[in-house]
């Protein structure tokens, strides 16, 4: 029923939600707040990211250094800084970075920030947290805020994020990501798997309309 309700809904949800976002949106969580500019992936009538936050919020991230891989509209960013971490924010989208520079500029955070293409720009470090929450609908995007929603006709997003990413994986990172039940899960842990990576579920977060889950991204060892 709930899937009925999700399928039904989902055209005038979105129609509404890109109407809604013709401007920019302030959006807060636990006082840290983020400008929502138009194009840029939004929190707001989502769910995905609060979901994430509410995680992250138990996570001791004090001293700890973060990495958020397509940051959006900054808030897990923002929210990672006020927690004392040392936060690296990267995302494809130029609008984004500007935006999230200015919100944290003026909340007195120290955020450093990138616009890459997945890993491009960023030189293999070891981070503590990796925190993705990825774009996965298949569909190709035609244009730069498309690309908050739309991995790729054949999950292109995922098949080069889990190319990229070996790199940055070490002993010691937590590389989260956070998936949905409306994700392709068995193809999108097919594409980790001819990597050599495996997901294993850390938390499930059921909604009014959908599942949420996160999983740690580890790289597979094999006897030697
Ligand atoms: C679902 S949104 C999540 C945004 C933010 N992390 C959040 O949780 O609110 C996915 C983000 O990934 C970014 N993105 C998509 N493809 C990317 C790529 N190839 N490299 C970097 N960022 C990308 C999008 O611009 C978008 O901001």
């Given at each position: 029923m709930k899937n009925l309700i999700r399928r039904i809904t989902h055209p005038v949800y979105k129609r509404y939600h890109f109407w809604y976002h013709r401007k920019p949106r302030k959006y807060t969580y636990n006082n840290i707040y983020t400008i929502v500019q138009p194009t840029v992936f939004s929190p707001i009538n989502t769910v995905s990211t609060k979901v994430f936050?509410?995680?992250?919020?138990?996570?001791?991230?004090?001293?700890?250094?973060?990495?958020?891989?397509?940051?959006?509209?900054?808030?897990?960013?923002?929210?990672?800084?006020?927690?004392?971490?040392?936060?690296?924010?990267?995302?494809?989208?130029?609008?984004?970075?500007?935006?999230?520079?200015?919100?944290?500029?003026?909340?007195?955070?120290?955020?450093?920030?990138?616009?890459?293409?997945?890993?491009?720009?960023?030189?293999?470090?070891?981070?503590?947290?990796?925190?993705?929450?990825?774009?996965?609908?298949?569909?190709?995007?035609?244009d730069i805020s498309e690309k908050a929603w739309f991995c790729g006709e054949n999950f292109e997003y995922f098949q080069e994020l889990f190319d990229q990413i070996p790199p940055y994986l070490s002993d010691t990172t937590n590389c989260l990501m956070i998936l949905s039940q409306d994700c392709d899960l068995k193809n999108i842990k097919n594409i980790a798997t001819k990597n050599h990576l495996s997901f294993v579920k850390i938390n499930e977060k059921q909604t009014l309309f959908e599942k949420n889950f996160i999983y740690k991204i580890i790289k597979n060892t094999y006897p030697k």
């Amino acid at each position: 029923m709930k899937n009925l309700i999700r399928r039904i809904t989902h055209p005038v949800y979105k129609r509404y939600h890109f109407w809604y976002h013709r401007k920019p949106r302030k959006y807060t969580y636990n006082n840290i707040y983020t400008i929502v500019q138009p194009t840029v992936f939004s929190p707001i009538n989502t769910v995905s990211t609060k979901v994430f936050l509410d995680h992250i919020d138990t996570i001791e991230l004090n001293n700890k250094t973060v990495l958020e891989l397509g940051c959006g509209s900054g808030i897990i960013s923002i929210f990672s800084a006020s927690k004392g971490s040392e936060v690296t924010a990267t995302d494809i989208n130029v609008i984004a970075i500007k935006s999230l520079n200015e919100a944290s500029f003026e909340q007195d955070f120290s955020i450093k920030t990138t616009v890459s293409d997945l890993f491009k720009n960023i030189n293999p470090f070891d981070f503590d947290y990796i925190f993705i929450n990825p774009p996965y609908y298949p569909k190709r995007p035609k244009d730069i805020s498309e690309k908050a929603w739309f991995c790729g006709e054949n999950f292109e997003y995922f098949q080069e994020l889990f190319d990229q990413i070996p790199p940055y994986l070490s002993d010691t990172t937590n590389c989260l990501m956070i998936l949905s039940q409306d994700c392709d899960l068995k193809n999108i842990k097919n594409i980790a798997t001819k990597n050599h990576l495996s997901f294993v579920k850390i938390n499930e977060k059921q909604t009014l309309f959908e599942k949420n889950f996160i999983y740690k991204i580890i790289k597979n060892t094999y006897p030697k």
